[in-house]
């Protein structure tokens, strides 16, 4: 083989007293996909931040097709040939996709004359839109494209730099639908035909032997292993095991018996949404996990959101414990017992900037003032304690803002939220995207637990995740409940009825 | 340093408070020898208790995260229309009350345009400040307002003393006192402090936020009246102007106070104008006119919030210039993967 496009040695990164990278080894070749692994804090993003430039190495080396390179800023890593598409790309939404691009290299390269010309931008963008057949409309405002016109529009932006030779994707396909993950897998195959290499980052493990060719895995600070995925095909190896450094069966609790479900909680019938979805009826009850697998714009989320009273409800009837509710705001849904997990955890699960100790009793107040008026500050610090110790919040700080978390931690501090309401109906939407795979576990763990005292609903576009968690499933297709015919879906039948929206035959 | 780290979360923001404060009387002292008179210091008492009242409004409307540019106008308004009833004859209460109802009208028709209509902060206070301002001119065409205010007892609000401490100042500490119960200890204050920090995520844990943002406009526009009020007191005439000078001192009490104790709350904004007040007296008392004295105390403010930015702070730790204490809090989220 020849040599490796980008080798790093010996990387040593200390914060504080956090050894954060430790003698890490790492290497790429020319033209191949690589995915990096590993559980929340396992260094990977510090490794990430080091490629990029964001932050410096303590010792070790890198070399980019043989030449030792010196990263002090993104500009370093940019000039040496390393562009990075971070998780959320930061676009403008109100300029359109061409300008978006020629911004990136504005503010990249500030030129010996200054400003370039729009028009050699213009078609400099042409030229580069040219290299890839992606169905793309660049005069199309970035606000209004999809998630992964977004994220092609920042992969262009990140290749209008001249000569990059490596391109980082942090957790690229954490907002996308299946379909548009095909699409940007499209887009990653044409750069590897050209010789870019792409270090890939994922917490989806079936994705890396879909797209990538071979992978690396980090954990506690360093880097473990690094397979082809054709060896890993062959050797049978479990990627899990290699993530957590410890054999886990499977991520997923246990099932109810299904002789053992208790009462039913919530009962909802023939629920309808101008045209987000109409006829839903299920009942959920406890010691029992109900699945929802919709795609996105099935209108499960939306039904979500209706019984949880953010958006209007046009018919039916949702009962509670046999009482009929009909929630106009969340106020009413929460003094009804309903709690939901919501989809988009940083904008309507959390206040960022605030610790633990805000976040968890802001759903119930009333309990927070004992029913008064004034807050009882030492039992809304002992529950936060006891559920965030509950949830197994880690690091299990109550003062480390939010923002401070990883996504597995965000989402563990929103469901202590959840469990300091006592609710008697949990609603999860997505719970695990941008989750990782220990956290993941643990979440859904909690889920199983809640079930015993609660009715549980499971809400997600991830098949597997619907159907490893849930006791009984439903699927939902273009707002319209698709149901078994007899007993109950097998994954397969599950995965069909909610992509074609009919039973299998 | 090892005491230093004993003290609790903040503390060391309290500390620096105090020298400032402490630094900047012995600063005016040396520079004008009258500054500690007892009557510079009541003086700034009275100053500190209308500057005082109009930022503690205002400070309910920075915590839901909004802005009400409509203090200038609404006190111009409410200060002419108080001062027209008391030279109509009616008693002092009588116009207090019909003050503060204009004012909650007032407020009210702010927060509902903001928060049901969904109207810009900024512009719809502007807006509503200016006819506010221009309606101030109706009751005398801009003359100034004096008929009936010493028979009316309102000058006693400026001279009555309790405790050789003018009664004003106690009703700012009265009204400090209640405001911050009420924020820092009940439930009604962490709905309006979650409603700020994200209001989506408040909606999604049942807080009315519309309620809480409009009502916040509500107490800033009484809090307001009740700060001309005392400034009608003071001078004992209502003039169309006298509104004029609460707004900066009120924005800067609030954000100067928010940049020394990191972040808005009902103390922060006592300290913040404490050190507004102490600057625009003293800078009185030395003669300094009022045109370089607001630009000075503007500039001041500017430097307070970038010298305690955490932003700049942890910049400004790059060079060890400042204590390594930031850079170790930096590190816990920076060892998230």
Same mark, same amino acid.
């Given at each position: 083989?020849?040599?490796? %496009?980008?080798?790093?040695?010996?990387?040593?990164?200390?914060?504080?007293?956090?050894? !954060?990278?430790?003698?890490?080894?790492?290497?790429?070749?020319?033209?191949?996909? #690589?995915?990096?692994?590993?559980?929340?804090? !396992?260094? =990977?993003?510090?490794?990430?931040?080091?490629?990029?430039?964001?932050?410096?190495? @303590?010792?070790?080396?890198?070399?980019?097709?043989?030449?030792?390179?010196?990263?002090?800023?993104?500009?370093?890593?940019?000039?040496?040939?390393?562009?990075?598409?971070?998780?959320?790309?930061?676009?403008?939404?109100?300029?359109?996709?061409?300008?978006?691009? +020629?911004?990136?290299?504005?503010?990249?390269?500030?030129?010996?004359?200054?400003?370039?010309?729009?028009?050699?931008?213009?078609?400099?963008?042409?030229?580069?839109?040219?290299?890839?057949?992606?169905?793309?409309?660049?005069?199309?405002?970035?606000?209004?494209?999809?998630?992964?016109?977004?994220?092609? %529009?920042?992969?262009?932006?990140?290749?209008?730099?001249?000569?990059?030779?490596?391109?980082?994707?942090?957790?690229?396909?954490?907002?996308?639908?299946?379909?548009?993950?095909?699409?940007?897998?499209?887009?990653?195959?044409?750069?590897?035909?050209?010789?870019?290499?792409?270090?890939?980052?994922? #917490?989806?493990?079936?994705?890396?032997?879909?797209?990538?060719?071979?992978?690396?895995?980090?954990?506690?600070?360093?880097?473990?292993?690094?397979?082809?995925?054709?060896?890993?095909?062959?050797?049978?190896?479990?990627?899990?095991?290699?993530?957590?450094?410890?054999?886990?069966?499977?991520?997923?609790?246990?099932?109810?018996?299904?002789?053992?479900?208790? *009462?039913?909680?919530? =009962?909802?019938?023939?629920?309808?949404?101008?045209?987000? +979805?109409?006829?839903?009826?299920?009942?959920?009850?406890?010691?029992?996990?109900?699945?929802?697998?919709?795609?996105?714009?099935?209108?499960?989320?939306?039904?979500?959101?209706?019984?949880?009273?953010?958006?209007?409800?046009?018919?039916?009837?949702? *009962? %509670?414990?046999?009482?009929?509710?009909?929630? =106009?705001?969340?106020?009413?849904?929460?003094?009804?017992?309903?709690?939901?997990?919501?989809?988009?955890?940083?904008?309507?699960?959390?206040?960022?900037?605030?610790?633990?100790? +805000?976040?968890?009793?802001? !759903?119930?107040?009333?309990?927070?003032?004992?029913?008064?008026?004034?807050?009882?500050?030492?039992?809304?610090?002992?529950?936060?304690?006891?559920?965030?110790?509950?949830?197994?919040?880690?690091?299990?700080?109550?003062?480390?803002?939010?923002?401070?978390?990883?996504?597995?931690?965000?989402?563990?501090?929103?469901?202590?939220?959840?469990?300091?309401?006592?609710?008697?109906?949990?609603?999860?939407?997505?719970?695990?995207?941008?989750? @990782?795979?220990?956290?993941?576990?643990?979440?859904?763990?909690?889920?199983? *637990?809640?079930?015993?005292?609660?009715?549980?609903?499971?809400?997600?576009?991830?098949? @597997?995740?619907? +159907?490893?968690?849930?006791?009984?499933?439903?699927?939902?297709?273009?707002?319209?409940?698709?149901?078994?015919?007899?007993? %109950?879906?097998?994954?397969?039948?599950?995965?069909?009825?909610?992509?074609?929206?009919?039973? =299998?035959? | 340093?090892?005491?230093?780290?004993?003290?609790?979360?903040?503390?060391?923001?309290?500390?620096?408070?105090?020298?400032?404060?402490?630094?900047?009387?012995?600063?005016?002292?040396?520079?004008?020898?009258?500054?500690?008179?007892?009557?510079?210091?009541?003086?700034? /008492?009275?100053?500190?208790?209308?500057?005082?009242?109009?930022?503690?409004? &205002?400070?309910?409307?920075?915590?839901?995260?909004?802005?009400?540019?409509?203090?200038?106008?609404?006190?111009?308004?409410?200060?002419?229309?108080?001062?027209?009833?008391?030279?109509?004859?009616?008693?002092?209460?009588?116009?207090?009350?019909?003050?503060?109802?204009?004012?909650? $009208?007032?407020?009210?028709?702010?927060?509902?345009?903001?928060?049901?209509?969904?109207?810009?902060?900024?512009?719809?206070?502007?807006?509503?400040?200016?006819?506010?301002?221009?309606?101030?001119?109706?009751?005398?065409?801009?003359?100034?307002?004096?008929?009936?205010?010493?028979?009316?007892?309102?000058?006693?609000?400026?001279?009555?003393?309790?405790?050789?401490?003018?009664?004003?100042?106690?009703? &700012?500490?009265?009204?400090?006192?209640?405001?911050?119960?009420?924020?820092?200890?009940?439930?009604?204050?962490?709905?309006?402090?979650?409603?700020?920090?994200?209001?989506?995520?408040?909606?999604?844990?049942?807080?009315?936020?519309?309620?809480?943002?409009?009502?916040?406009?509500?107490?800033? /526009?009484?809090?307001?009246?009740?700060?001309?009020?005392?400034?009608? $007191?003071?001078?004992?005439?209502?003039?169309?102007?006298?509104? /004029?000078?609460?707004?900066?001192?009120?924005? /800067?009490?609030?954000?100067?106070?928010?940049?020394?104790?990191?972040?808005?709350?009902?103390?922060?904004?006592?300290?913040?104008?404490?050190?507004?007040?102490?600057?625009?007296?003293?800078?009185?008392?030395?003669?300094?006119?009022?045109?370089?004295?607001?630009?000075?105390?503007?500039?001041?403010?500017? &430097?307070?919030?970038?010298?305690?930015?955490?932003?700049?702070?942890?910049?400004?730790?790059?060079?060890?210039?400042?204590?390594?204490?930031?850079?170790?809090?930096?590190?816990?989220?920076?060892?998230?993967?």
């Amino acid at each position: 083989m020849t040599q490796p %496009v980008l080798t790093a040695t010996g990387i040593s990164k200390r914060f504080g007293p956090v050894l !954060a990278l430790r003698d890490v080894a790492f290497h790429v070749e020319r033209g191949e996909i #690589h995915a990096l692994l590993g559980i929340n804090g !396992a260094g =990977k993003s510090t490794f990430i931040k080091i490629l990029s430039g964001m932050i410096q190495k @303590d010792t070790g080396s890198i070399r980019i097709a043989g030449q030792e390179v010196d990263l002090r800023s993104p500009k370093d890593s940019i000039r040496a040939g390393i562009a990075t598409v971070q998780q959320h790309p930061e676009l403008v939404h109100d300029m359109n996709g061409l300008d978006n691009i +020629f911004l990136g290299r504005e503010s990249r390269r500030p030129g010996l004359f200054g400003r370039v010309d729009r028009k050699a931008m213009q078609s400099r963008a042409e030229a580069l839109l040219a290299r890839f057949s992606v169905p793309l409309d660049l005069a199309r405002e970035v606000g209004s494209m999809a998630a992964v016109e977004r994220e092609a %529009v920042a992969i262009l932006q990140a290749l209008a730099d001249d000569d990059i030779k490596v391109l980082i994707l942090d957790e690229p396909t954490s907002t996308l639908t299946d379909v548009e993950r095909e699409d940007l897998f499209e887009l990653m195959n044409q750069l590897r035909a050209q010789g870019i290499s792409i270090i890939y980052i994922t #917490h989806q493990l079936e994705e890396v032997f879909a797209i990538a060719d071979s992978f690396s895995v980090f954990r506690g600070g360093t880097c473990v292993a690094r397979m082809s995925v054709a060896d890993a095909k062959a050797s049978d190896v479990s990627l899990a095991t290699m993530m957590l450094g410890e054999a886990i069966g499977d991520i997923f609790p246990p099932k109810a018996d299904p002789d053992s479900a208790g *009462e039913v909680v919530l =009962k909802v019938s023939g629920l309808a949404s101008a045209s987000k +979805f109409s006829g839903i009826s299920f009942q959920a009850r406890k010691n029992e996990i109900l699945g929802i697998f919709g795609l996105v714009g099935s209108g499960c989320e939306e039904l979500a959101k209706a019984i949880f009273g953010v958006e209007a409800l046009d018919r039916g009837e949702i *009962e %509670v414990n046999g009482k009929a509710v009909a929630p =106009k705001t969340p106020r009413d849904a929460l003094d009804a017992g309903i709690f939901l997990v919501p989809g988009d955890r940083r904008t309507e699960g959390l206040a960022l900037d605030r610790p633990a100790v +805000f976040n968890v009793p802001m !759903a119930n107040l009333r309990r927070a003032a004992g029913g008064g008026w004034a807050l009882r500050g030492r039992s809304v610090r002992a529950d936060s304690k006891s559920l965030t110790e509950q949830v197994a919040l880690h690091p299990p700080s109550l003062s480390t803002p939010a923002s401070g978390f990883s996504g597995g931690n965000q989402q563990k501090i929103v469901l202590a939220k959840g469990l300091y309401t006592q609710a008697d109906v949990y609603i999860f939407v997505e719970p695990t995207i941008g989750v @990782d795979i220990g956290a993941r576990a643990k979440i859904y763990g909690l889920m199983r *637990e809640l079930s015993e005292t609660a009715a549980v609903i499971v809400i997600s576009s991830d098949c @597997d995740e619907v +159907f490893g968690v849930a006791d009984r499933t439903i699927a939902m297709h273009k707002g319209r409940q698709v149901e078994p015919g007899s007993g %109950v879906f097998n994954r397969d039948a599950l995965l069909f009825a909610g992509i074609m929206g009919e039973r =299998k035959q | 340093m090892t005491v230093l780290k004993q003290l609790p979360k903040g503390a060391g923001r309290g500390v620096a408070f105090v020298v400032l404060v402490l630094a900047l009387a012995l600063a005016f002292a040396l520079a004008e020898p009258r500054f500690l008179t007892h009557a510079s210091l009541s003086g700034i /008492a009275r100053h500190m208790a209308a500057n005082g009242l109009a930022a503690l409004g &205002l400070t309910f409307v920075v915590i839901v995260r909004k802005f009400d540019l409509s203090i200038a106008g609404v006190a111009a308004f409410t200060g002419m229309s108080m001062g027209a009833v008391i030279a109509a004859g009616y008693p002092l209460w009588l116009a207090i009350v019909v003050g503060i109802m204009l004012g909650a $009208a007032i407020g009210g028709l702010s927060g509902f345009a903001i928060s049901k209509a969904g109207f810009p902060d900024i512009v719809t206070t502007i807006a509503i400040g200016s006819v506010c301002a221009g309606m101030a001119f109706l009751y005398t065409g801009g003359r100034s307002i004096f008929q009936n205010f010493f028979q009316s007892g309102i000058t006693d609000l400026n001279d009555a003393r309790f405790l050789g401490i003018s009664v004003s100042l106690w009703f &700012l500490l009265l009204t400090y006192g209640i405001a911050w119960l009420v924020m820092h200890r009940t439930r009604t204050g962490l709905a309006f402090y979650a409603t700020g920090e994200n209001p989506t995520a408040a909606h999604f844990s049942g807080i009315a936020t519309r309620k809480f943002i409009g009502s916040a406009y509500v107490i800033c /526009a009484i809090f307001t009246v009740l700060a001309v009020l005392l400034i009608l $007191a003071e001078s004992g005439n209502a003039e169309t102007n006298k509104g /004029a000078n609460l707004m900066m001192p009120a924005y /800067a009490g609030v954000f100067l106070g928010a940049a020394i104790m990191g972040g808005t709350s009902v103390i922060s904004t006592f300290a913040g104008i404490l050190l507004i007040t102490m600057l625009l007296d003293g800078f009185s008392l030395m003669g300094v006119p009022y045109y370089y004295s607001d630009g000075v105390v503007s500039l001041i403010l500017l &430097l307070g919030v970038i010298a305690f930015s955490d932003t700049i702070r942890t910049w400004a730790g790059g060079f060890k210039l400042f204590t390594s204490k930031t850079k170790r809090t930096g590190s816990v989220s920076g060892g998230q993967a």
